[in-house]
């Protein structure tokens, strides 16, 4: 007689557990960024920032490119920042130009971090002569002086736009990374996963990617925002000199413009101090960020909140009892 063969409507053991995983991942960074000052503020700023550039039109009504008649205007109710050189508004230019600042970032960013992550990782974990040319090259890149290359590299590419500025820094910025995580790699060689995995027989580029990178994720976020930040401040060190598309609109081709028909000393201010703020805002948002995953990835850089400071203090005191009881015993 065959027995009936039941089923339950009970989930398996494992099923959910990556789910709750991630959850609970993106709670504990939630809560890390919640209550660490500098994440709470250089996320806010950010999120300002992609708002914008996601939505310009929500906040400046002008078209950027739009010539008037209203030229080297103060500012008004109808130009809140007042207008340039040819009529144009400036508050919709720092508008439409906070789009091009962040594709250039985030590019940059991504870029140079992945081709830093290929040749410092590939040039530690396959030694040989294949680290002794990766590692020459990366030490020539780190001699050589980075504005002065960029400025000799953008001045024989006139009009540069945003995708030869991407190309331009991503080729110039990624040594600094490379090396750092070339001696992150350098300390994992003879971690046991990665005899394991050569025993194995597993091919390099599947050591260097499924093995080693995946142990080096805090450092490649912290890679990725220090190079956004290099994009930004350098991108817009060159557009400012005029080594740019100077008919692009952003934050350094407006302080290119404003510099060229001397705003400060036309008592057009906005014109020259609000692009600059933005761009130190920027700067600030990323390296707050980084220095808050700094914090969290890293005990020894939390701050001490007094409640921890009281903790510490009456620990120290019951040790420091018990201790005198011992003696006295």
Same mark, same amino acid.
């Given at each position: 007689?065959?027995?009936? $063969? @039941? &089923?339950?409507? #009970?989930?398996? %053991? /494992? !099923?959910?557990?990556? =789910?709750?995983?991630?959850?609970?991942?993106?709670?504990?960074?939630?809560?890390?960024?919640?209550?660490?000052?500098?994440?709470?503020?250089?996320?806010?700023?950010?999120?300002?920032?992609?708002?914008?550039?996601?939505?310009?039109?929500?906040?400046?009504?002008?078209?950027?490119?739009? $010539? @008037? &008649?209203?030229? #080297?205007?103060? %500012? /008004? !109710?109808?130009?809140? =920042?007042?207008?340039?050189?040819?009529?144009?508004?400036?508050?919709?230019?720092?508008?439409?130009?906070?789009?091009?600042?962040?594709?250039?970032?985030?590019?940059?960013?991504?870029?140079?971090?992945?081709?830093?992550?290929?040749?410092?990782?590939?040039?530690?974990?396959?030694?040989?002569?294949?680290?002794?040319? #990766?590692?020459?090259?990366?030490?020539?890149?780190?001699?050589?002086?980075?504005?002065?290359?960029?400025?000799?590299?953008?001045?024989?590419?006139?009009?540069?736009?945003?995708?030869?500025?991407?190309?331009?820094?991503?080729?110039?910025?990624?040594?600094?990374?490379?090396?750092?995580?070339?001696?992150?790699?350098?300390?994992?060689?003879?971690?046991?996963?990665?005899?394991?995995?050569?025993?194995?027989?597993?091919?390099?580029?599947?050591?260097?990617?499924?093995?080693?990178?995946?142990?080096?994720?805090?450092?490649?976020?912290?890679?990725?925002?220090?190079?956004?930040?290099?994009?930004?401040?350098?991108?817009?060190?060159?557009?400012?000199?005029?080594?740019?598309?100077?008919?692009?609109?952003?934050?350094?081709?407006?302080?290119?413009?404003?510099?060229?028909?001397?705003?400060?000393?036309?008592?057009?201010?906005?014109?020259?101090?609000?692009?600059?703020?933005?761009?130190?805002?920027?700067?600030?948002?990323?390296?707050?960020?980084?220095?808050?995953?700094?914090?969290?990835?890293?005990?020894?850089?939390?701050?001490?909140?007094?409640?921890?400071?009281?903790?510490?203090?009456?620990?120290?005191?019951?040790?420091?009892?018990?201790?005198?009881?011992?003696?006295?015993?």
């Amino acid at each position: 007689m065959a027995i009936p $063969v @039941t &089923t339950t409507a #009970l989930p398996e %053991p /494992s !099923a959910g557990l990556g =789910l709750t995983g991630r959850r609970g991942a993106l709670r504990r960074i939630t809560k890390a960024i919640r209550t660490n000052r500098k994440a709470t503020i250089g996320v806010v700023l950010m999120a300002i920032f992609i708002f914008v550039a996601l939505f310009p039109g929500l906040f400046a009504h002008q078209n950027p490119d739009l $010539v @008037t &008649t209203q030229v #080297l205007a103060h %500012p /008004s !109710a109808a130009h809140w =920042l007042g207008t340039d050189n040819l009529g144009r508004d400036v508050y919709a230019q720092v508008i439409d130009g906070t789009r091009n600042v962040l594709i250039l970032a985030i590019a940059v960013g991504l870029l140079t971090t992945v081709v830093a992550m290929l040749i410092g990782v590939a040039a530690a974990y396959l030694g040989g002569l294949s680290d002794s040319v #990766l590692n020459f090259v990366t030490d020539v890149l780190l001699v050589i002086p980075i504005f002065p290359l960029l400025i000799i590299i953008a001045a024989y590419l006139p009009n540069a736009g945003n995708n030869v500025l991407i190309l331009v820094l991503t080729f110039t910025g990624w040594s600094y990374t490379a090396r750092q995580l070339r001696s992150q790699a350098q300390s994992l060689r003879s971690r046991d996963f990665l005899l394991s995995a050569r025993v194995r027989g597993e091919r390099s580029l599947y050591v260097i990617i499924v093995e080693i990178l995946p142990t080096m994720t805090s450092l490649l976020l912290a890679s990725f925002l220090n190079n956004a930040l290099y994009a930004v401040l350098a991108g817009s060190g060159l557009q400012f000199i005029g080594l740019g598309n100077s008919n692009n609109v952003s934050w350094g081709t407006t302080l290119y413009w404003a510099q060229q028909n001397n705003a400060l000393g036309s008592g057009l201010y906005a014109w020259a101090i609000v692009p600059g703020a933005c761009i130190a805002l920027l700067g600030v948002a990323f390296a707050f960020i980084n220095y808050a995953f700094d914090e969290i990835g890293n005990p020894a850089l939390r701050p001490l909140t007094a409640a921890k400071v009281r903790k510490a203090a009456e620990a120290s005191t019951k040790r420091r009892l018990a201790g005198h009881g011992a003696r006295a015993r």
